[in-house]
C-alpha cells in the first residue's frame, strides 16, 4: 500500500505553454508523452462507491496494472487516498490479488467481481517532469484527452503534482510558482469521480444545492477545512452556470476573512481576499475569467498551505 498526495489543478489549454517554461526553470527529469487508458469498474448498484472504492485497469504499451483506491480525504484540493496496485499479464479483474483486508468482512469478493463492468474509460496523453523543488521530489504531470461514459464525452486538461519524497508543503510552495501564470485553478475531483458522475448523466445533476454553514466553536483547523470545502464547493456551482454558486461564493470568502486575524493567518491573504471580493461584486466579472485567475489560485493555496502548517 501507499497513500498518494497530489494537488490536482484544472488547465484553460492556453495556459500549458507558460506552465511548461515555468518547469523548466526547476531541477528535472523529463519523460516524453505516453497514451494512457483507464477502465473504471463498478456494479449496477454502485457497490465500490458506497465503500468509497475506485477500482480502475490501466494500460500503457503493452503493460496493465490493476489499482483500487480506498477512502481518504481532500483539503483544499490536496488529495490524500490509500492506494494499492497489482501488475497484470492481460486487463482481466483479479480483486483477489489485492490484500483482504481492505475489503469489509462480510464481503465476498468473486461474487462482487462477477458483478463487476466497465463503467467508463480515460483515454488521456500523459507528460510527465520529476522535478526537484525546496527538499522534495515532486512528479508533475499533464493529462489530456477525454473521459468517456456511454456517448458522452467530457475533456481533461489537467495537472497533477503528486509527493513522491518530502514534504507537503514544498508540493503548495510548486503550485504557488505555477500559479504565478493565469489559467489554472484548483480541482476537488479525480478522474474517476468526474468519470461516475459523466455515467449517471449531467454533471449539473450532482451539485445539490447546499447552505454554506460553518461551526465557528470548531479548532481553527476544522473552521478552516470546511471552508475551503464550502469554496471549492460554491466554486464549482459557479463555474457549472449555477445561479446561487457566486452568491455562495461570497459568503464563504467573507468568512474567510473575518477569520484571517489570528496571528499565523499568511500576511497576503487579507489583500487577495479583498481584491478577489472586488471582482466578485462588479457583476460584469466572468466566471471563468475570475477562477482562473493567478490572484484567485495563489489565494486559496495560500489558505490550504495555513491549514497544513496548523496540522503539522
Not at 80 to 95: F, G, I, T
Not at 164 to 172: A, F, S
Not at 247 to 257: A, E, N, P, R
Amino acid at each position: 500500500m501507499s497513500v498518494e498526495i497530489e494537488l490536482k489543478l484544472i488547465a484553460r489549454p492556453q495556459a500549458i505553454p507558460a506552465i511548461r517554461q515555468q518547469l523548466l526553470l526547476f531541477p528535472h527529469d523529463y519523460f516524453s508523452p505516453q497514451k494512457l487508458t483507464n477502465i473504471y469498474f463498478e456494479t449496477s448498484d454502485n457497490q465500490l462507491r458506497s465503500l468509497d472504492m475506485g477500482l480502475r485497469i490501466r494500460g500503457f504499451d503493452d503493460q496493465y496494472e490493476m489499482t483500487i483506491k480506498t477512502a481518504g480525504k481532500v483539503v483544499g484540493g490536496l488529495h490524500q487516498r490509500p492506494e494499492y496496485n497489482v501488475p497484470l499479464v492481460k486487463p482481466e479483474l483479479a480483486l483477489t490479488l489485492f490484500p483482504r483486508h481492505i475489503w469489509p468482512d462480510n464481503c465476498d469478493v468473486e461474487a462482487l467481481q462477477s458483478r463487476l463492468n466497465a463503467l467508463f474509460s480515460t483515454d488521456f496523453m500523459r507528460e510527465k517532469w520529476v522535478v526537484t523543488y525546496g527538499q522534495s521530489e515532486i512528479e508533475v504531470v499533464l493529462d489530456q484527452g477525454e473521459i468517456i461514459a456511454a456517448n458522452r464525452k467530457e475533456p481533461i486538461c489537467e495537472f497533477e503534482l503528486e509527493l513522491k519524497q518530502g514534504t507537503i508543503t514544498d508540493v503548495l510552495a510548486l503550485a504557488v510558482e505555477l500559479a504565478k501564470s493565469n489559467g489554472l485553478r484548483q480541482g476537488n475531483k479525480s478522474k474517476a469521480a468526474r468519470g461516475y458522475q459523466l455515467a449517471q448523466g449531467k454533471p449539473k445533476a450532482a451539485l445539490l444545492s447546499t447552505q454554506v454553514e460553518i461551526d465557528m466553536q470548531q479548532s481553527l483547523s476544522s473552521v478552516l477545512t470546511s471552508m475551503l470545502a464550502h469554496w471549492q464547493e460554491q466554486e464549482e456551482r459557479w463555474l457549472a452556470g449555477l445561479s446561487d454558486g457566486r452568491d455562495g461564493l461570497k459568503q464563504v470568502l467573507t468568512l474567510i476573512h473575518q477569520t484571517i486575524e489570528y496571528p499565523s493567518a499568511p500576511k497576503q491573504l487579507d489583500n487577495q481576499l479583498v481584491a478577489i471580493n472586488q471582482k466578485l461584486l462588479d457583476m460584469e466579472t466572468e466566471t471563468e475569467t475570475l477562477c482562473y485567475s493567478s490572484l484567485y489560485l495563489q489565494c486559496k493555496l495560500a489558505l490550504t498551505m495555513w491549514l497544513i502548517n496548523l496540522s503539522a
